[in-house]
């Protein structure tokens, strides 16, 4: 069905598919209906349907979004929109266990891959972890790929995930509509004496991600 038809393209009307591919009508919109939910094709009320951006499946594991990226055979790349020091404050500074009044790196970034804008990241670290933490180190680099090159180990993490929508400056950096359904992740991560390494708080876009678990059955 979607032989010849390019990102963006709109399908051909239900009836000429149907008599292209020479089934029945009902049996076309189901399978329409199936590539709709699997995230092939984007319905639009009013204007047709469409072969949608393919979505890109998240592993709920403790790998950074250049390791994700790689794996899935796309370029990851990044742009710091922000660097700043800044004290933690009440709300940051209960998450990295820090007074109020110590300092933090606030960094936020865009997260590409193949150059498509993808997520907005906004990560907060002790700034006695890496003081000479400098804006162009994070140009085009994984930050953990950073922390271990100075002997910083991720050991443990917490994460959690929940649906959101844009806001209005969020969608403009993104370079998509207002309100469009996203995940948002909040992390915690720990290194080997159990001390916050980094609160990080990641914005996906919701059309291009799904999220993909492996269950085991319990032990007992």
């Known amino acids: ?21 020479g089934v029945s009508r009902p049996t076309l919109r189901q399978a329409v209906d199936d590539l709709v939910a699997e995230g092939l094709l984007d319905r639009r009320h009013g204007s047709g349907t469409y072969v949608a951006e393919p979505r890109i499946a998240v592993s709920l594991t403790m790998t950074s979004f250049t390791e994700d990226m790689i794996r899935r055979g796309m370029k990851p790349g990044g742009r710091v929109l922000s660097f700043r020091t800044e004290a933690a404050g009440a709300r940051i500074g209960r998450r990295l266990a820090l007074s109020p009044v ?15 804008t993808m ?13 000479g ?8 680099r994984s930050f953990y790929d950073l922390l271990r ?18 806001t209005a400056a969020e969608a403009a950096d993104l370079d998509v509509p207002v309100h469009m ?11 080997e004496d159990g001390r916050p390494v980094e609160y990080v708080r990641s914005l996906y876009r919701g059309d291009r991600y799904r999220l993909e678990l492996d269950l085991r059955p319990p032990s007992h």
Not at 1 to 21: F, K, N
Not at 102 to 116: H, P, S
Not at 119 to 131: K, Q, V
Not at 181 to 191: H, I
């Open 1 to 21: 069905m979607l032989d010849g038809l390019d990102v963006g393209d709109a399908l051909p009307s239900e009836r000429r598919l149907a008599e292209d591919l």
């Open 181 to 191: 359904p996203a995940f948002l992740f909040q992390r915690v991560t720990r290194d």
């Open 119 to 131: 997520a907005i990241e906004t990560l907060y670290m002790p700034r006695a972890l890496l003081p």
């Open 149 to 166: 090159g100075n002997g910083v180990v991720i050991a443990s993490g917490r994460e959690t995930i929940e649906p959101t929508v844009t």
């Open 133 to 140: 933490l400098r804006r162009q180190d994070l140009e085009g």
């Open 102 to 116: 110590e300092e933090v790196f606030t960094i936020r970034r865009l997260r590409l891959a193949d150059g498509a």
